[in-house]
């Protein structure tokens, strides 16, 4: 066990952290994404290529970025271009392993809503919409999705689909066109989820001290599990010291 004790959110963003591997090119946003980006790059994938919405190539931020437009994140990149560039040339000709997703709602198909909560027409809450995640969840090679975990997040169907995942199944994805992979992974302050033969969530990993029950009880359909489901790694010491003192020292997203 650690000594330092650590939050749900610090899981999360560690065992995102982990699935990335050295080398990779990255398309990622700000917020829990962006640190789990940097912890990779800190620690098992220093050759990591982080890509940015705004047209950064290659960012190296001196501190945390508080918007996709941050001048921070233009100090010390190999490249800045237009966000047209960023898409076409990068993005949709295959040229971004992973794209990071979040959303207000995700269902059992991995399909993301970030538009709206209720009827689109009459909705409860309006929210901000898709940005540049529809283009991320098409055409990236593959995505990871980091959410915290509980029933309103995880919908057995999304009020709206902003960004496509695997729609009613594999095949559906497969018909539609787009060349990327879809989700590879869900990642959540409870969980490991991946997608099934047919694109259908399952339980693959749990967290240190979390049940198989606990994800039921905060899943909005009967989940599915994988036929073994393995235990996930306590954060260590060195990744949340890097967490604290080097990439988010004022808490502004780990709190």
């Given at each position: 066990m650690?000594?330092?004790?650590?939050?749900?959110?610090?899981?999360?963003?560690?065992?995102?952290?982990?699935?990335?591997?050295?080398?990779?090119?990255?398309?990622?946003?700000?917020?829990?994404?962006?640190?789990?980006?940097?912890?990779?790059?800190?620690?098992?994938?220093?050759?990591?290529?982080?890509?940015y919405e705004a047209g950064v190539i290659g960012a190296q931020p001196a501190r945390l970025p508080l918007s996709i437009g941050d001048p921070t994140l233009v100090s010390g990149a190999s490249a800045v271009c237009s966000m047209y560039e960023i898409f076409s040339l990068y993005l949709q000709r295959g040229n971004v392993?992973?794209?990071?997703?979040?959303g207000a709602q995700i269902d059992r198909f991995c399909n993301i809503n970030a538009t709206v909560i209720g009827d689109y027409r009459h909705p409860k809450v309006r929210l901000p919409g898709s940005g540049g995640s529809m283009e991320i969840a098409a055409w990236a090679n593959r995505c990871y999705i980091m959410t915290p975990h509980d029933k309103r997040r995880f919908p057995e169907k999304v009020d709206f689909c902003t960004s496509a995942g695997f729609l009613s199944g594999r095949a559906e994805r497969e018909k539609s066109g787009v060349r990327g992979r879809g989700p590879q992974a869900v990642v959540t302050d409870l969980a490991i989820m991946m997608p099934d033969e047919n694109g259908e969530l399952q339980v693959t990993a749990l967290h240190p001290g979390v049940e198989l029950q606990d994800v039921r009880d905060n899943t909005g359909w009967e989940i599915k599990t994988a036929t073994s489901i393995t235990r996930t790694a306590e954060p260590t010491s060195g990744e949340l010291r890097i967490l604290h003192e080097e990439l988010d020292p004022s808490g502004i997203y780990l709190n």
């Amino acid at each position: 066990m650690n000594e330092r004790i650590y939050s749900k959110n610090e899981l999360m963003i560690v065992n995102a952290a982990r699935l990335l591997q050295d080398g990779e090119l990255v398309f990622v946003g700000v917020g829990t994404p962006n640190l789990a980006c940097n912890l990779a790059r800190r620690t098992h994938a220093p050759n990591l290529t982080m890509v940015y919405e705004a047209g950064v190539i290659g960012a190296q931020p001196a501190r945390l970025p508080l918007s996709i437009g941050d001048p921070t994140l233009v100090s010390g990149a190999s490249a800045v271009c237009s966000m047209y560039e960023i898409f076409s040339l990068y993005l949709q000709r295959g040229n971004v392993d992973v794209g990071f997703l979040g959303g207000a709602q995700i269902d059992r198909f991995c399909n993301i809503n970030a538009t709206v909560i209720g009827d689109y027409r009459h909705p409860k809450v309006r929210l901000p919409g898709s940005g540049g995640s529809m283009e991320i969840a098409a055409w990236a090679n593959r995505c990871y999705i980091m959410t915290p975990h509980d029933k309103r997040r995880f919908p057995e169907k999304v009020d709206f689909c902003t960004s496509a995942g695997f729609l009613s199944g594999r095949a559906e994805r497969e018909k539609s066109g787009v060349r990327g992979r879809g989700p590879q992974a869900v990642v959540t302050d409870l969980a490991i989820m991946m997608p099934d033969e047919n694109g259908e969530l399952q339980v693959t990993a749990l967290h240190p001290g979390v049940e198989l029950q606990d994800v039921r009880d905060n899943t909005g359909w009967e989940i599915k599990t994988a036929t073994s489901i393995t235990r996930t790694a306590e954060p260590t010491s060195g990744e949340l010291r890097i967490l604290h003192e080097e990439l988010d020292p004022s808490g502004i997203y780990l709190n």
